[in-house]
């Protein structure tokens, strides 16, 4: 059996919000599989999908353009909070961001390699390395991508000075004040919920069936649940699925700024569309949050929970 560590129990707990308890009786039942831990943990009620992304750790500014019909976001990271909220930190990311909306790199080796726009005797990397020395801290771009709409739109938005950049892509015949307004509201909704998909059509067979996987595990756990006829069961399961779908899929969602708290995102752009005497869709969105996924060094930590378990 695999020697279960406080640095394994420390990285679950963050990963799954689980007690520390759990997590080490999770790793010990697995023979410290972590991606096995998870799933038991998930299928006993003791940890939420998606929580490691939602620790947000690491300093630095999202930030979007547009250029026409193209637009960019980019993140770049920086050890503290006092350089992300530097003027010097803030300009270079926004040269970073002019640099991606033109650029033709598929992925960031390629970016990094590439001429810089303001001076082709360096490449991006060159750059950003003496950044780091002006600076004094570790800088990191660590993602950009790239949209293009011929047939309508793209909106920007920032929040909180670039803790939360999105981009929406809005496929429309008609584009005027009304139909950016609505684009730009939909852009604060993603911020706001965070929604993965923009429509159920992008949900794939295989994420409902692992998730069904994942609720019958739990009501088969739960000794009042489990005692139901399996048509119930299912019927709980399926309206399990079908709010969860409401919380990931944007069109699903409840819009925010309805005044009768029921307007879905959907039927919001349908009646905006009508009003308008548009056809209206939104082709894709893309949300990046600062730091979604990392963590700081805290290296305590793991002392802590060695001590509180007697490791």
């Not at 059996?1 to 963050?14: D, P, S």
């Not at 920007?156 to 139909?179: C, F, P, Q, R």
């Not at 805290?298 to 060695?306: D, I, Q």
Request: net charge negative; charged share 30%; proline share 1%.
């Amino acid at each position: 059996m695999a020697a279960i560590t406080a640095a394994m129990v420390k990285e679950l707990r963050e990963m799954t919000g689980a007690g520390m308890m759990d997590c080490k009786k999770a790793l010990a039942a697995n023979d410290g599989d972590m991606d096995a831990a998870v799933e038991f943990l998930r299928k006993n009620g003791q940890a939420k999908a998606e929580k490691k992304a939602s620790r947000i750790a690491a300093e630095g500014i999202v930030k979007t353009v547009l250029d026409g019909n193209k637009a960019a976001i980019v993140e770049v990271n920086s050890e503290t909070d006092f350089v992300a909220k530097n003027a010097d930190f803030q300009a270079y990311v926004a040269e970073v961001a002019a640099q991606a909306v033109a650029s033709d790199a598929a992925d960031m080796d390629a970016f990094m390699e590439e001429a810089w726009k303001a001076d082709p005797s360096k490449s991006v990397k060159d750059v950003l390395v003496e950044k780091i020395a002006v600076i004094g801290e570790n800088l990191k771009i660590r993602r950009f991508e790239k949209m293009e709409e011929n047939n309508g739109c793209i909106v920007e938005y920032i929040h909180m000075g670039g803790k939360i950049g999105v981009l929406v892509d809005v496929e429309t015949d008609v584009v005027n004040d009304a139909v950016k307004e609505m684009a730009k509201n939909i852009a604060m909704q993603i911020a706001a919920l965070n929604p993965k998909y923009v429509d159920r059509s992008e949900v794939s067979a295989e994420y409902i069936a692992h998730e069904k996987e994942i609720l019958m595990a739990q009501i088969q756990n739960d000794p009042k649940e489990s005692q139901k006829p399996a048509k119930v069961i299912e019927g709980i399961v399926t309206g399990r699925i079908n709010k969860e779908l409401k919380e990931i899929c944007l069109m699903d969602q409840v819009y925010v700024k309805a005044e009768d708290g029921k307007q879905t995102v959907g039927k919001y752009v349908d009646e905006v569309a009508k009003a308008n005497g548009a056809k209206i869709s939104v082709k894709g969105f893309v949300r990046y949050e600062t730091g979604e996924g990392l963590e700081k060094k805290n290296e305590n930590f793991a002392e802590e929970v060695a001590k509180q378990m007697g490791m």
